[in-house]
């Protein structure tokens, strides 16, 4: 079984400065770290394969610099590390991400692709299922536990109330939630063992034959940031019990009463 | 010259960061409280390689070095003191005399079991009578056949009470001064005649096992010599040139753990309308704590990169632990004044580094024998 862990480099904070002009990260001074939810995506599968065999691939999108989070990956415990990076995918939106990603992981081969849910410093949630898309294969997003039976895999994915337990034929991609395994730590010895490993370099030339340059980097994404802001964090909700419907709806009336709703 | 640590060490020194915050410092209160090391979390460092760091993969070990040992000693040291000394006798003292002077099938034996991580190591060689003076060793080893009887009586033996393997020296030559006749042998928890005391009470480093070893009797064949019959001094001296590497590594830990808090406190600690961080007295006190405790990380590790390099390194290890005992000494008493009455409370961990922090001064070489290794190498008679 070949399983794929898409990983994201990102700052060390939920939230880091924008640049006001161009609603861009600063990312001077921050440092940087694999994304948490894509940690937990590498640690599922370390323990996937542990259980079922086969080898672990962590792929990365990003600058020469993303090499070190991929060195990570690969000290606790991945096989093989593909950095992809050239100046043509610079700027790339979430859909050209997924189109560059999706390219490269059809060279690169798989029977399972597991990326996290989101990525802190964009929280779009967005790549991970765009790559399944593009690809062609079965996707389930927010997934909270796994396990791997035969060609399938079993998977609980998390709702806000809910969950459903739903089995998936392979090839197939699933996104992580942090909550899905508690990452291991790096080990002493694998650190010095992942820098004399050789990082696979995947660079616009490599795809090209498969990849339409209008569709990635800047000129091929098609989102406009408008605005980004920091998300404001929700009040814990009130919660009243035991009532019959009659006293619930007046008690509703009375809450959107006493806020001016209606 | 090139004060940066390379790719490799700044992951390294990241995952013992991350680790020691994560694992470590959630549990240093009880652990120095309770006068007990956490044995969950032994194994749990056993796991991630820190108990076989600078030795190589084909033993079992991490195959990395000893400049990457110094910043794992100091970055657990930094919030335990008490983890730091554990690792370090492990490492420094009991695996090194194994690595050093044992045959490859000693190696295969001993050191594998210990550097993987499924054995701890302990280190016998101060007894109630011979501590910087080893002419008072009284531990002897008597031939038998084909083996030698053990007896004596160890103090202050690290790691004693959960250790597997000993290194342990004894006299096998009475005839002549203790120096030239000391021979090591290794011996296992299990032999008939091994009794390990409770922990001795302490001032510092609770947490840490260090208790009385008496050897009665105990039956060692020849196979468990480590190095040539009466050589075993040299041996025990290399194991502290290599050990006193890690006690610097660890006094800087301490220092730079104790600073770290305090700042986080005064600047928060508001008084006469300002934290007490706006004052140039404390700046300056900072200032100057912070340059010291640069001096000695930068010592330790010239006398690492120098093991590293197969050069002479006894001399260093000892002026880096001379220096950097004493600067943790002065940073944790330093951080104990800053952080004024709370900084003497145990709720902060200020005062228990305070208290950690003097037997780096005591251990592996007092400050005394350090100054006696590096005058020696000064060639001034």
Redesign the interface.
Known sequence: MKIIVCIKQVPDTAEVKLDPKTNTLIRDGVPSIINHDDKAGLETALKLRETRGGTVTVVCMGPPQAD?AL??AL?MGADEAYLLSAREFGGSDTYATATIIATALKKIGFDLVITGRQAIDGDTAQVGPQIAEQLGIPQVSYVEEARVEGNDVIVKRQFEDSAHILKVKMPCLITALAELAQPR???????????QKEIKVIGFDDLKTSLNPDWIGINGSPTNVVKSFTKQAKVAGTLMKDLTPDQAVAAIMDKLIERHII | MDFKLDKVHLLQQQLFRTFAETEIKPLAKDMDENEKYDLDLLRKMQKYGFLGIPYGKEYGGCGSDTLAYTLCMEEVSKVDASTGITISVHTSLACSCIANYGTEEQKQRFLRPLVDGSKIGCFGLTEPGAGSDVQGAQTVAVPDGDDYIITGNKIFTTNSGFADTFVVFALTDRTVPAAKGLTAFVVDRDMPGVQVSENIERMGIRAASNCIVNYDNVRVSKDRILGQLNKGFKIAMGALDCGRIGIAAQSVGIAQGALNEAIKYAKERKQFGKPITAFQNTQFKIAELQTKIDAARLMTWRAALAEDAHEKFGPLAAMAKLFASDVANDTTRYAVQMMGGYGYCREYPVERMMRDAKITEIYEGTSEVMKIVISGSMKLK
């Open positions: 070190v060195r990570e000290a730590y790096m080990n002493v010895g694998k650190i010095v063992d992942a820098y």
